[in-house]
């Protein structure tokens, strides 16, 4: 099958699959990747005859819940709710076997095991990295969950990457509490609230300004004024429409003074969809400081 035909056939499946842009890029190494010693730096340290990558993003700008405003709900991010907390993974499944069904190999990202998706994205066309070293997109913003998959299947590469068009702009950087971002483009994750919530020892730092916050941190994405039209009137997609089908339920759910009742084995049972691997210790741990916190809200508000 020519390359051309190939490449429409896989873009057709994309759209099936709810998938809302894909591209494809060479593969070759990424020289400009920062951990020299990671299998992700080369497509083909994965698959020794890799010709192709394919990027694939999902919009979850439209996935909060208005009561992330009240402080006695617990706060997560787009990103937790979208399922794709750890990569776009099942949606490129049909992908996968469809191109393997045509003769070739084909190997899927899994929680950015092969591929370094933000530099993979901005080679495909994606967008760019920002200076919060997240990939923006001109339509999307920041809020798209990215997957990818490496291939030895000749498909049709963008040849032109998106510019740069941060320019002078530094919200982001100034928007961080924990100075994540004190180096443009390179984000510092021992500082970075995201990955602070998820690790075993919590600082009285963090905890005195993570807010309501129990998995994850979106300050700098809510600061990047690409994301502005995304925040006040999120795109309109098949994910999105399915999504404020279940915003009552997630809002119920996270309702601090019922999710801290909540046990191992339920927490496991109800949120093992959303593929976030967090351990419940640290799940309680966030929610109960969490809770401590509105009821001394409520307290000083009494007064």
Known sequence: MRKELLSEKIRNLAVSSGIDVLEFADAFEFLNYALKNSNRRDPKLSLPNAKTIIVAGIYIGAMTLPKWANPWYGRTSRLYLSEFFLDVVKPLEPIVNFIKKEGYQAIVCKSG???????????????WQGKHSLLISKKYGT?????????????????????????????????????????????????????LLVNNNLSDEVQNIMKNRIVDCEICQDACPWNRKNLNNPLVTNMTESFQKKIRHWEKFFFLPDLVE????????????????IPYNVFHRN?????????????????
Do not use: W
């Open 287 to 303: 929610v109960s400081i969490a809770l401590e916190r509105a009821k001394k809200i409520m307290g000083m508000n009494n007064q």
């Open 113 to 127: 095991s092969i591929l370094p998706l933000k530099l993979a994205a901005a080679r495909a066309g994606l967008g």
């Open 143 to 195: 809020f798209l969950a990215l997957g990818g998959i490496i291939t030895n299947a000749d498909l049709v590469p963008n040849t032109k990457e998106e510019p740069n068009l941060c320019r002078t702009c530094d919200k982001c950087q100034k928007a961080c509490p924990l100075d994540a971002l004190g180096q443009p483009y390179v984000l510092n994750i021992n500082k970075c609230m995201s990955n």
């Open 262 to 277: 909540l046990s191992e084995k339920e927490y496991k049972k109800r949120l093992r969809h959303l593929n976030a691997d």
